[in-house]
């Protein structure tokens, strides 16, 4: 079992910068493929970052490409999602999510725990 809280959320404005961070429970978190999602309202949920369990491989959707980076720290059983060059478009609900496939997990069905959400707003 993985417990995920998610932090960091809030409101910026365009152009800004917010680091959003996921604290997981439990002893295996180093072997799990981790992910980032988001749902802006009236929005499906939508894949934003994926790492796998050393950090090593990362995948991320154009649309954030170059403005998002994802990043794990094992040690501290804690995932990061620093994004840059925030747009009014970015405004949603951003979830962490963990997969115990381990390798890169690019789509929600393979995700088994999610965190509550935190909220990011960018203003224009």
């Known amino acids: 079992q993985v417990q995920l809280v998610e932090s960091g959320g809030g409101l910026v404005q365009a152009g800004g910068s917010l680091r959003l961070s996921c604290a997981a429970s439990?002893?295996?978190?180093?072997?799990?493929?981790m992910g980032w999602f988001r749902q802006a309202p009236g929005e499906e949920r939508e894949f934003v970052a994926a790492?796998?369990?050393?950090?090593?491989?990362?995948d991320y959707p154009d649309s954030v490409k170059g403005r998002f980076t994802i990043s794990r720290d094992n040690a501290k059983n804690t995932v990061f999602l620093q994004m840059i060059s925030l747009k009014p478009e970015d405004t949603a609900v951003y979830y962490c999510?963990?997969?115990?496939?381990?390798?890169?997990?690019?789509?929600?069905?393979?995700?088994?725990?999610w965190g509550q959400g935190t909220q990011v707003t960018v203003s224009s």
């Open positions: 999510a963990a997969s115990s496939y381990g390798g890169l997990v690019l789509i929600m069905p393979e995700y088994e725990y």
């Open positions: 439990g002893r295996t978190f180093s072997s799990y493929a």
């Open positions: 790492i796998d369990w050393s950090g090593d491989r990362t």
